[in-house]
């Protein structure tokens, strides 16, 4: 494994999972990897979650988000179409299940960016779904780089900050820890991991 990675042996090739779970804090960098790699790669499938939180500049409906509302997330959630769902910071985001669910049936890698409370479910639900966290260089950076974004007001970073920290205590229920320094290095090693290249 490069040096950006921590954690367990890799799963050899035969028995990779086809889910993959990408979390960590808010402002890790998670959106700028998946990207990044969808740029080289715009095969790998990235399931586009429901969210009740209104859209950053640029964002666009069905592209980054779904962006629904509260009665439409409540609705979602009473007819079981969501695989898992969590509130977070304030607001609720939810993984449509059925088009997992066909991706997977049709045997191809699938990809969930989605924060730990979601991944726990997914790995109750999923056993053998590959569960990655993104870890910052440091404290300081993911401050920096959250703060930075210049997307949230100073109140919603304070509670992504707290959420942060919960996030990086969980570090050690994930598989493989990949450490955010290079984006090209890490978006390398995901798809390593999911078996793309
Ligand atoms: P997340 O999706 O995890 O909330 P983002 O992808 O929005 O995080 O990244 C947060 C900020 O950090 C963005 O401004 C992004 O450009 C920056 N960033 C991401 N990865 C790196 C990196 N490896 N080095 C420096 N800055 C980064
Ligand atoms: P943001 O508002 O920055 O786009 O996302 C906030 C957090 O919600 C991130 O940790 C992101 O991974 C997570 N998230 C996005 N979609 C989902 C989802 O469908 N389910 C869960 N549980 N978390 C999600």
Do not use: C
Request: zero cysteines.
């Amino acid at each position: 494994m490069a040096a950006t990675s921590r954690g367990t042996t890799p799963v050899p090739p035969e028995s990779r999972p086809r889910l993959t779970v990408l979390s960590g804090p808010s402002g890790v960098g998670k959106s700028t990897v998946v990207a990044h790699m969808r740029k080289e790669h715009p095969e790998v499938w990235l399931s586009v979650s429901a969210t009740t939180r209104r859209p950053r500049p640029g964002e666009r409906h069905g592209v980054q988000y779904f962006f629904v509302s509260d009665e439409e997330m409540d609705k979602l959630i009473a007819n079981g179409e969501l695989l898992e769902w969590a509130e977070f910071a304030g607001n609720r985001y939810g993984t449509p299940r059925g088009a997992v669910m066909e991706r997977l049936e049709a045997g191809e890698p699938v990809l969930l960016e989605i924060d730990l409370q979601g991944a726990r479910l997914v790995r109750e639900s999923m056993p053998e779904a590959q569960l990655v966290f993104l870890a910052p260089p440091s404290w300081e950076e993911l401050v920096r780089r959250l703060t930075g974004r210049g997307t949230e007001p100073p109140e919603v970073i304070e509670r992504r900050l707290a959420a942060a920290k919960i996030e990086l205590a969980a570090e050690s229920e994930f598989d493989v820890t990949l450490v955010n320094t290079s984006v090209e290095d890490v978006a390398r090693e995901l798809l390593a991991l999911m078996d793309v290249v």
